[in-house]
């Protein structure tokens, strides 16, 4: 079965500063999405970036980018000049490619707290 | 542009009572998830469908029901409310182009439901 490791339950980077959080996977499949959502207090989970495992480059968006490693099975997310808005739980997810059946649900870490001081 | 709609967004349940968690979504999307999050936890499947009429069961299905009648809603109902129920609850949907090239699986969540079994 696949799984999700987030080994940093909390994590703290100073306003304008760059920050990485980390996750790991498990899975025998060769084709799969990985996700970042950003969960503020409000509740909302909010898509922050997705990449494609059959795609080498590693996927921006903004002030976010991910290293995508898929030898070692990671995937971290980088924040550059944080924000104080970008305060939030991040989870990191996983999906195999969904053939029309249930590989496509979305499977996920226990999260990663970021707290950004101003 | 509503997205994905949950109702209600609080609720208090006495311990054996019953209650539906309502959710609509207005994109057409055929694929539609209930995920649990427990508190410090990432999400977790419940149960999910890939089209009106079509559900099954996703990782903790126990103590809840759903059906699909149409495209739009995906109800959960939760029979005899336990303490472990305690939750919070969220509702996603996503498009598979079904024969159609191998879908993006991009989950848009509701806001949530805050469930409390007392």
């Known amino acids: 079965a696949q799984t999700v490791t987030q080994s940093q339950p909390e994590m703290s980077v100073q306003e304008a500063e760059t920050v990485t959080l980390s996750c790991t996977y498990d899975t025998s499949e060769s084709d799969y999405y990985l996700f970042w959502y950003k969960q503020p207090p409000s509740r909302q989970m909010i898509l922050v970036i997705r990449q494609e495992a059959y795609k080498q480059q590693n996927a921006t968006e903004n002030r976010f980018s991910v290293n995508f490693q898929k030898a070692a099975k990671s995937f971290s997310l980088k924040i550059s000049d944080s924000q104080l808005g970008d305060a939030a739980m991040y989870f990191c997810a996983y999906s195999a490619m969904n053939y029309g059946g249930s590989q496509g649900n979305l499977i996920f870490g226990k999260g990663t707290k970021l707290s950004v001081k101003p | 542009n509503a997205g994905v709609t949950q109702t209600p967004k609080f609720r208090i349940l006495k311990i054996g009572q019953s209650m539906t968690l309502q959710c609509t979504q207005d994109?057409?999307?055929?694929?539609m998830y209930w995920y649990r999050q427990d508190p410090g936890m990432g999400l977790k499947l419940i149960y999910y469908s890939v089209g009106a009429g079509i559900t099954d069961k996703g990782e903790v299905p126990n103590g809840y029901n759903v059906s699909r009648s149409t495209t739009e809603d995906f109800p959960l109902r939760l029979e005899l409310a336990a303490p472990s129920q305690t939750s919070v609850y969220f509702c996603a949907s996503s498009y598979y182009p079904s024969g159609g090239p191998i879908a993006k699986n991009i989950q848009y969540f509701g806001a949530g439901t805050r469930l409390s079994v007392l």
């Open positions: 994109m057409n999307h055929n694929y």
